[in-house]
């Protein structure tokens, strides 16, 4: 049983480049959340999406930075216009059900590095 | 806004010791905690969890304890071993459930 896949584990853009991140969740889950994660520091919420809905962007700049998980295929993060303060890394988690109170399991994350 | 906080940012452990890692939160609307352990380059692992209406779980090697009073959690790992050195961070889920709360991290470091 596979656990939650994002790709590439790695991505190097330069300024200006769009960045888009994959994020598979566990079989049978059908909720997806992103975070970011500074060096040292905490996972930062993004995002939370169910199929074709975002239900809470609280977390996402305003500018540049999108979420989608369509019917079809993988959660989708997508940053243009990278700059320098978006290296960082990315990580997807997914639950099964209600997003309440139901653990959320995490990928091993993408790695963006902004030259 | 709301935050979840660790006392202690390193801890170093002899192998085979009883290792503590404290956590305060200050949602007191908050009724679900976790603990992940983060090695380096991977992602968040789910250790433990626990929901409100308990004070104390057990997993294997692993006590997770929850003092909703002074609103603080703790994870303490039995017979620490050098597997364990990694970051370990609690986690809240707010009260609606959509997002976690990270608190900043406890790094175990465990000496042989």
């Not at chain 1, 769009?18 to 079989?27: D, H, I, Q, V, Y």
């Not at chain 2, 789910?46 to 703790?74: A, C, E, P, Y």
Request: hydrophobic residues 30%.
């Amino acid at each position: 049983n596979a656990g939650v896949m994002q790709n590439p584990r790695h991505l190097v853009r330069r300024r200006g480049q769009e960045a888009r991140l994959r994020c598979s969740p566990m079989k049978g889950h059908s909720h997806v959340y992103w975070y970011r994660q500074l060096p040292e520091e905490g996972l930062k919420f993004m995002v939370y999406l169910q199929k074709e809905n975002i239900i809470d962007e609280s977390g996402m700049p305003k500018e540049r930075f999108s979420a989608e998980f369509p019917k079809e295929g993988p959660s989708i993060l997508r940053i243009q216009q990278v700059v320098r303060g978006d290296s960082a890394a990315y990580f997807c988690a997914s639950s099964p059900n209600n997003g309440g109170q139901e653990t959320q399991y995490f990928g091993p994350g993408t790695r963006l590095l902004v030259l | 806004g709301e935050s979840v906080g660790l006392h202690l940012p390193t801890l170093s452990v002899q192998e085979g010791d009883n290792s503590i890692i404290n956590c305060a939160y200050s949602n007191s609307a908050s009724d679900y905690f976790i603990w992940y352990k983060q090695e380096s380059g991977k992602g968040p692992q789910f250790i433990i969890d626990i929901r409100s209406n308990m004070d104390k779980r057990q997993g294997q090697r692993v006590t997770v304890l929850l003092n909703k009073t002074v609103k603080h959690l703790s994870l303490q790992i039995a017979a620490t071993q050098p597997g364990d050195s990694a970051v370990y961070f609690c986690a809240e889920n707010d009260d609606a459930g959509n997002k976690l709360t990270f608190g900043g991290g406890t790094r175990v470091l465990v000496k042989p």
